[in-house]
């Protein structure tokens, strides 16, 4: 008997009542068939648990890539190219919120990451970036309450995100697009909305403005044509140096190399640098500001300056101290170290010289006895000092004797300090006990960490 055939029967017995005969014998014959291999075995029937939802395709995927980004809490530059590819690329599919999710966790990790990690993001992943704060920003304009929840979560992630970047007022003025106008938009609405969000969001707006409006206006924002196309110039001869370029690049001249790993793009670095020596001219057309430009480009372009120019491309070096820099401190390590050593020894030349030995008159190198120990060396002093010495040499013997004789100063107590007992310093502790040692205060962690950590923690929840 096969199963379809039982399973028959016992439909027909169904309909007919249940007549309990019929349903022993059916019950026997299924357990017949069981013996002899026709029905399958139990073990092989897999439970079905209804209760348990199945997880959609895209829910798997972004809680792969949360898992991926979140791993160390932060980002090694090397890795974060594949993850904003896997942004663009594979995240385009998944629904808006798990994307913008995202993109957010991204941008809160990159703000905890080393510097070459926030170098290489600064040259390509801008542009989502500024897609998140788009969104954020149109959501919470026209957004429901709870999607402006939302929202404020995408826009303290991005306001993170830029406080920890490298960026001045040129490059804002480089992605004014991407990134400035949705800025603009989000310090506007933080300023004119009267509620909570707003609240939470204006004191960090309101700080990297006035960040920004501090910095001198890039050479894109010049209003006089011969002032920008003057830094324009400059623009492309600080560009030059940090590409190692002593020269004009000719069409004879081979390609300029392009940027190393882990580092900005030159000409964003450039135009920060420019900014940074007009603000310290004050003008584009004085002899000084061209000057300067000229000696950074060529101190830049030198062969053994390659690690000086990784490090203003990776930003460990800000644009205001390169621009105050003179000859001397943008010489290669090689030749500072040359320089210190001849400086050394200049220096011991001249001690030497003037702590000479001086001769009595009248007495010649024939007429010296080489055998008792050499004069005594002193410094160079003016013969009215000289005059005196001996004569004041049993005054000072006086002096020195009297000093003795008088009573040893005081010892003067130590400033209190956290060890310390402030209210009571002299008091002892009773003999045989030591002293209690008070705690020293905890150091509060810094705010940043805690706001980071509570976004990714928010980030990296399920989205149903």
Known sequence: MDVTTGSKRSHEVADEGGDPSKRQKITEDDF?????????????????DHGVAVEPPDEVARRAFAERVVVRRHIDDDELPALLETLCNEAARWSPLRRWRSVALLLTCVARSPRTCRAVFVAEGLPALGSLLQESVS??????????QEAQMWALACLGCLRALALGRATL????????????????????ERSALAADLRSQTSA???????????????????????????????????????????????????????????RTVAAEVETALFGRFGNASTHEYKQHARMLRKNLALPGNARLRERVLSGEIEVEELAAMDSASLAPDSLQEQRRKQHQKNLKSAIVKEMLPRLDTGIHDDQRNWNTAPPIMYSARSSSQDGGDLANAGSKDEQSTQESHKSPEPVLEP??????????PNVSAPAGEHAPTPEPLATPAPEDDEEQEALIEYFIKSVH
């Open 32 to 48: 017949d068939a069981l013996l002899d291999g026709a029905l399958p075995d139990m073990h092989d029937i897999q439970p079905v």
């Open 139 to 148: 959501t919470l304009e026209e957004g429901s309450a709870a999607a402006r």
């Open 173 to 192: 003025w480089e992605h004014r697009h991407s990134v400035g106008k949705p800025f603009d938009r989000l310090h506007r609405w933080c300023s004119q």
């Open 208 to 266: 990297l403005c006035k960040r920004w409006r501090n910095q001198p206006r890039p050479a894109g924002q010049e209003a006089l044509p011969e002032q920008k196309m003057m830094r324009s110039r400059v623009i492309d001869i600080v560009c030059q140096g940090l590409m190692g370029i002593s020269g004009g690049n000719s069409p004879a001249s081979p390609a300029p190399p392009p940027s190393p790993a882990g580092a900005m793009p030159c």
């Open 415 to 424: 400033p209190p300090t956290p060890f310390r007992d402030f209210h009571a």
